[in-house]
């Protein structure tokens, strides 16, 4: 029982955690089959390079929408009832794509089956502030992200069993019906999530101006540089499996493989990045994060330069995708640190609303690289990684100095009293 309780406090497994973590990995486990083919799915409906690439956009658009407004809702409401609500929201969305087969009503569909991973963002972030201490924040972020991960390793290469079996709309659509049903089985298990609405001090809540007044200079520092980075991932998101299945010429079934081994890659590392980071400082974790956004667009076009190892070196592109998550949980544990603990809900959607609402320009920038050039899709991906990479190093590299020089101050104070 010791040695349990020891795993337990070293994972940072309070009790609301383990329930949302059993919620995260049953919704993952549907949404995963079906969710990395919507592009492909929309091709098939008859979509358009540019509905594409609108689908992306919104995608990501609605991401910063709904980030705020989630972050809101939690402090408002508590944990419980915000969790419930996302998820009915999203079986709603899913069943819509499922009974209306046009790319019209994916579209349309987006604005509620993004409902849990949109809205709930800030509602884990702020889940994990208020169970962990400080020094836990990389931990508790690095085990949500392991678990979320876990399905992505099976479902997608099940999705893709299903697509080569009955099609791309046949099999997305049958993975859709299981996608309602984990779905709607996660109720039963958010329902045992403890905690009271909070109570809403007037001149404080719906204050997204306040929220960002708030932002420190560390955490505007931090929120530029990842625009720059998610920049690079958002331009040829969209684009990646259309590229590998009609450029490179890997079937549905090798696309779920390719899947499997990013999310293991990413799952190998995350604990260990997060353990570490907690004990010596996050920032160099997250430049090492920044390096492998980067090297993933450009591991794909070597990938498509020497096509009798295209699969060889597919394998090592999705390994590097993967290694993208060394130091994302260091990356998330600095921004619950910079937030004001009674505001964090809020604080987290606000950062997620400027970054994703600029981001999701990326998506449309991608659509016309792309008809365009597939290899120029990659090379401005590439670009903007580089520049987000050497601004990262260059601001944390000061607020190094800026803290050596306060030290040396605070000596001299000393010395002289």
């Known amino acids: 029982m010791n040695g349990f309780a020891r795993l337990g406090n070293f994972f940072g497994l309070k009790r609301n955690l383990v329930v949302l973590l059993l ?36 995608r990501t658009l609605l991401g910063a929408i709904y980030a705020y407004p989630g972050g809101v809702i939690v402090d408002l409401w508590g944990h419980r009832r915000a969790f419930l609500t996302f998820n009915i929201v999203s079986i709603v969305g899913y069943a819509l794509v499922l009974l209306v087969p046009h790319w019209g009503a994916v579209i349309a569909g987006m604005f509620l089956f993004l409902s849990w991973s949109c809205f709930s963002l800030p509602a884990t972030f702020s889940l994990v502030a208020a169970a962990l201490e400080a020094n836990r924040h990389s931990m508790g972020i690095g085990v949500q992200s392991v678990i979320k991960r876990l399905p992505i390793m099976i479902a997608p290469f099940l999705g893709g069993v299903l697509i080569d079996r009955f099609g791309v709309i046949g099999g997305v659509r049958i993975a859709l019906v299981i996608s309602i049903v984990l779905s709607g089985a996660t109720i039963f298990v958010q329902r045992c999530l403890r905690d009271e609405p909070k109570e809403e001090t007037p001149g404080e809540r719906l204050n997204f101006l306040q929220s960002l007044r708030e932002f420190n200079s560390p955490m505007r520092r931090l929120l530029l540089s990842d625009i720059l980075i998610r920049f690079c991932e958002r331009i040829p998101y969209a684009w990646v499996v259309i590229f590998a299945m009609d ?24 604990i260990p990045a997060a353990h570490y980071a907690d004990r010596y400082g996050r920032e160099p974790f997250v430049i090492v994060t920044f390096i492998m956004f980067t090297l993933f667009p450009i591991s794909l076009l070597i990938s498509h330069a020497f096509p009798s190892y295209s699969f060889v070196l597919l394998v090592v592109a999705f390994v590097i995708r993967g290694f993208k998550e060394f130091g994302d949980t260091s990356r998330k544990a600095l921004i619950i640190g910079y937030c004001d603990p009674s505001r964090c809900g809020q604080m987290v959607g606000a950062y997620y609303l400027v970054r994703d609402l600029i981001v999701s320009v990326g998506a449309l920038l991608g659509a016309y690289l792309w008809t365009m050039n597939p290899n120029l899709n990659l090379l401005g991906a590439v670009a903007f990684g580089i520049a987000g990479t050497i601004f990262y190093i260059k601001i944390v590299r000061e607020e190094r100095e800026d803290e050596l020089e306060n030290m040396k101050e605070e000596i001299a104070r000393r010395r002289f009293r």
């Open 23 to 58: 919620a995260i990995f049953v919704i993952g486990a549907g949404e995963e089959l079906w969710m990395r083919f919507v592009p492909k799915f929309l091709q098939a409906l008859g979509a358009s390079v540019f509905v594409i690439g609108l689908y992306d956009a919104l």
């Open 247 to 270: 450029y490179i010429g890997m079937s549905a079934k090798e696309i779920g493989v390719l899947t499997t081994v990013e999310m293991l890659a990413a799952t190998l590392c995350i």
